[in-house]
């Protein structure tokens, strides 16, 4: 086997591993588990999101979609994540302070009304970790808000997140109205409303997942 599928494989175990303990409503041994990872490096902070947390999201909500598991199951395992991912900012400064910096600053939000932060908190991590100085609004955040962060923080890029199709369609006019307010600032969209095609939008407005944010 070769080191990526390797590393795909122990991904997948250690997946299974905290979907097992949040069904068995471990809350502690989940987050452990997670922890103990990628404090001993047998993930890196970017593949316990990309092939542990994200893939576990996603069987959650087909569990849910398909009427295995109540909306309170959703929530509880939704709040297990953000603790793990939480808990791991500590391990995240200390690695980030050893890349050097950028010197560029990158604001991530929620537009209004989008409460799917989760992946977007995730992105701050992988942000600080490429040698970006970086500072995450959360889910639901006002355009004026948006417009002051920019604008106090002094912000080179302005990520901006959604993940239902319904929020994607009220963007395109959000980030018009922004870049209207702020000329010269980049603006970029992301989220999983975007994973399967991005009509409306140019290619270089799109942040994808697999982007190297260290060339952005
Ligand atoms: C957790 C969750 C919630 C939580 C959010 C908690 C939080 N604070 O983030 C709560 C309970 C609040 C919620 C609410 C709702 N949700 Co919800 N939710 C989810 C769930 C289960 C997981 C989302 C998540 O955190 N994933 C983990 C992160 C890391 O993954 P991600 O953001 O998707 O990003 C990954 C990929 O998408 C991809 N990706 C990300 N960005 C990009 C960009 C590009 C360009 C590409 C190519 C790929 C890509 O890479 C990432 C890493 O692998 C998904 C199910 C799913 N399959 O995604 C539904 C889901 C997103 N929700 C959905 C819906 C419909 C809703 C509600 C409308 C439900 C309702 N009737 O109330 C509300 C809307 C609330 C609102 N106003 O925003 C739909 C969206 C459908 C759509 N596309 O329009 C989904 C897909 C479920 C479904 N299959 O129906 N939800």
Do not use: G, N, Y
């Given at each position: 086997m070769d080191d990526n599928a390797d590393r795909a494989a122990v991904a997948r175990d250690l997946m299974k591993e905290i979907d097992r303990r949040i069904g068995a409503y471990d809350r502690a041994g989940a987050v452990e588990a997670a922890l103990r990872a990628a404090r001993e490096g047998v993930v890196s902070v970017p593949e316990l999101h990309t092939l542990v947390l994200a893939p576990l999201m996603a069987l959650v909500g087909a569990r849910w979609q398909a009427g295995e598991t109540e909306v309170w199951q959703e929530h509880h395992a939704t709040g297990i994540v953000r603790t793990i991912v939480e808990s791991l900012a500590p391990l995240v400064h200390e690695q980030a302070a050893q890349v050097p910096r950028n010197g560029r600053t990158a604001v991530l939000a929620c537009p209004p009304?989008?409460?799917?932060d989760l992946g977007l908190r995730m992105l701050l991590d992988r942000f600080l970790l490429a040698g970006w100085n970086a500072h995450f609004l959360g889910a639901d955040v006002p355009q004026e808000e948006i417009a002051l962060a920019v604008r106090a923080l002094e912000a080179d890029l302005l990520v901006l997140s959604a993940a239902t199709h319904y929020h994607r369609l009220r963007l395109r006019a959000l980030v018009d109205g922004l870049r209207q307010a702020a000329p010269g600032l980049r603006v970029l969209v992301t989220g999983s409303a975007f994973a399967h095609g991005h009509d409306g939008?140019?290619?270089?407005e799109v942040l994808a997942p697999a982007t190297d944010l260290q060339e952005l």
């Open positions: 009304e989008e409460m799917h939008w140019a290619d270089d």
